[in-house]
T-cell receptor, first 116, second 115 residues
Framework: SAVISQKPSRDICQRGTSLTIQCQVD?????MFWYRQQPGQSLTLIAT?????????ESGFVIDKFPISRPNLTFSTLTVSNMSPEDSSIYLC?????????????FGPGTRLTVT | AQKITQTQPGMFVQEKEAVTLDCTYD???????LFWYKQPSSGEMIFLIY??????QNATEGRYSLNFQKARKSANLVISASQLGDSAMYFC????????????FGTGTRLQVTL
């Protein structure tokens, strides 16, 4: 498995501002992902954070709104830009450590974002 | 079409009893992986158990077991000897080849364990 930390754990932000969420892993991993979980909903993949190249975004998510950085194999950031109340969600990063039999992903504790 | 379907929005079980959480999936690919995660009220996602499509036996991890019925495309989670700490949301997820490790999640089942 892997130990994953996220900062901040929660935040309350005003609309129109931006928030950067950090994800740190205790070991080097190739695959790192960012998910969004809107209130009462399931998880939706935002993008795959690729080390040394641009992130790969899922349908419905764009780089201008959710820019992602992946400077090395243990760290990534997700920025939620020009926030609106609809961005209020839990944002989770996950990793797929190498050598996992089934390719299971391990998740960070999440960042609870409230936009007012 | 939904790839992962969890038809039970909420379930109740008495402490020490067993409970089955349902999950059906839809894929035309013969190679896939199925996962269950637990999400307590704290919000973290905890990996519970994995079942590969080619695995001959049902997966087990402690009090968790997966009732895998391939022909029916179901992968139900069985929790034995329920504990109060099992109260949480439970999500079923699937990974298909060629999707760059993308997990597709179901809508979840909220389990409440009662005394």
């Amino acid at each position: 498995s892997a130990v994953i930390s996220q900062k901040p754990s929660r935040d309350i932000c005003q609309r129109g501002t931006s928030l950067t969420i950090q994800c740190q892993v205790d070991s080097q991993v190739t695959m790192m992902f960012w998910y969004r979980q809107q209130p009462g909903q399931s998880l939706t993949l935002i993008a795959t954070a690729n080390q040394g190249s641009e992130a790969t975004y899922e349908s419905g998510f764009v780089i201008d709104k959710f820019p992602i950085s992946r400077p090395n194999l243990t760290f990534s950031t997700l920025t939620v830009s020009n926030m609106s109340p609809e961005d209020s969600s839990i944002y989770l990063c996950s990793v797929e450590p190498p050598g996992q039999w089934g390719g299971e992903q391990y998740f960070g504790p999440g960042t609870r974002l409230t936009v007012t | 079409a939904q790839k992962i379907t969890q038809t039970q929005p909420g379930m109740f079980v008495q402490e020490k009893e067993a409970v089955t959480l349902d999950c059906t999936y839809d894929t035309s690919d013969p190679s896939y992986g199925l996962f269950w995660y637990k999400q307590p009220s704290s919000g973290e996602m905890i990996f519970l158990i994995y079942q590969g499509s080619y695995d001959q036996q049902n997966a087990t991890e402690g009090r968790y077991s997966l009732n895998f019925q391939k022909a029916r495309k179901s992968a139900n989670l069985v929790i034995s000897a329920s504990q109060l700490g099992d109260s949480a949301m439970y999500f079923c997820a699937m990974r298909e080849p060629g999707t760059a490790s993308k997990l597709t999640f179901g809508t979840g089942t909220r389990l409440q364990v009662t005394l």
